[in-house]
């Protein structure tokens, strides 16, 4: 059994990955929780949540000893893992002392609001030497994953480009006064919170570093906030090709997505459908035969932040067992972070911007 701590009662997603961990009771108690707000172990609800997820947590953790001292929680409730499900803002501090207990982690993303608060969280995992997983669940997904071995495998050839569209619910439907646009706490819209998702598509499915950033982000919804909800950027990777990427808060229903993700080399495309949906197109040697193929995957339907968020929490604690890393370590989010750093930089300035 594994010891669970809840790190932060008032996030978007606390109560879906709260119903994920409940779904292993042989594997993983929930022994403690934690917030620096004394009203948020009486509330038990985010005061904004994803539509799809349970509004509040269930009455019985009522009964589960609640902290408003972190330290004082790690001494008392000796947790193995902690669910970090706090703002930006305090993610990297939060995420330290827990390190530094000894603790190991799942992160909801991005876990930092830029590269180099995150790199401070970071150190702290690696001298630490324990596990933190990072919420950038489509790594679990199959149809991503058997994306990332045809890519591996050589079928698409010399990587040309990629293209990553993803809308999503307006800022009016997820009420503009929700903690998520928030500049200070969150530290950027659409990119920080549902953009970060591609970024690290990107990076993991090209197996290359982006190393140029140029984008555009407006505020041009009804709702007016003090963060962008659309941003277009383009990216340059080390090998020369070129990707795209368009984010927007733009679809007026609750819970809605649209979109894809494509990666094209110079002997096939692969292009990849929100609902999961794999089109393969690609030529031999020879470039005299195309083939197609195309796979649908259909998720099950469970409790809780979905079947990703299961595989997620199953893989940190066969991590922890086999003292290996996660599928989607915090490094990871690290990473894509660096990219948001040069995207918000350019379209601030309107310069093309290095990637640090």
Do not use: C
Not at 61 to 76: A, E, K
Not at 82 to 109: E, F, Q, R, S, W
Request: no cysteine; net charge negative.
């Amino acid at each position: 059994m594994f010891r669970v701590a809840i790190i932060g009662l008032e996030h978007y997603h606390v109560t879906g990955w709260v119903e994920s961990l409940e779904q292993f009771p042989d594997r993983i108690e929930i022994v403690a929780l934690y917030d620096p707000d004394p009203g948020a172990g009486e509330r038990l609800a985010p005061p904004y949540h994803d539509p799809v997820l349970s509004p509040a947590l269930s009455d019985h953790y009522r009964s589960v000893p609640f902290f408003t001292d972190l330290q004082q929680l790690i001494q008392q409730a000796k947790p193995d893992i902690a669910l970090v499900t706090v703002p930006n803002i305090d993610a990297p501090a939060v995420i330290a002392t827990l390190a530094g207990a000894g603790v190991h982690m799942i992160i909801d993303k991005p876990g930092g609001r830029t590269a180099a608060e995150a790199m401070l969280a970071l150190e702290a995992i690696r001298s630490a030497n324990v596990r933190a997983a990072v919420g950038l669940n489509r790594r679990y997904g199959r149809a991503w994953q058997e994306a990332r071995a045809s890519i591996a495998a050589g079928r698409l050839g010399q990587l040309m480009t990629t293209e990553a569209i993803f809308t999503t619910s307006t800022v009016k439907v997820r009420n503009p006064r929700n903690p998520l646009f928030n500049p200070e706490t969150m530290g950027g819209g659409i990119l920080h919170w549902l953009g970060v998702h591609d970024l690290d598509l990107m990076l993991w499915l090209t197996g290359e570093p982006i190393v140029e950033v140029q984008a555009m982000a407006g505020t041009l919804g009804e709702a007016k906030i003090d963060v962008e909800d659309v941003l277009s950027m383009s990216v340059r990777y080390a090998s020369g090709a070129i990707g795209t990427g368009h984010h927007a808060f733009v679809i007026p229903k609750a819970g809605a997505n649209e979109g894809y993700f494509a990666v094209r080399g110079h002997k096939g495309s692969l292009r990849i459908e929100s609902n999961g949906t794999v089109t393969l197109t690609s030529t031999g040697d020879a470039h005299d035969v195309i083939t197609k193929e195309t796979r649908s995957y259909e998720m099950m339907k469970v409790p809780g932040y979905g079947p990703l968020a299961l595989a997620a929490i199953d893989d940190l604690m066969a991590a922890i067992e086999e003292e290996r890393e996660p599928l989607a370590p915090y490094a990871v989010a690290v990473e894509a972070l660096k990219v948001i750093d040069a995207a918000y930089e350019s379209a601030r300035t309107g310069r093309r911007v290095r990637v640090q």
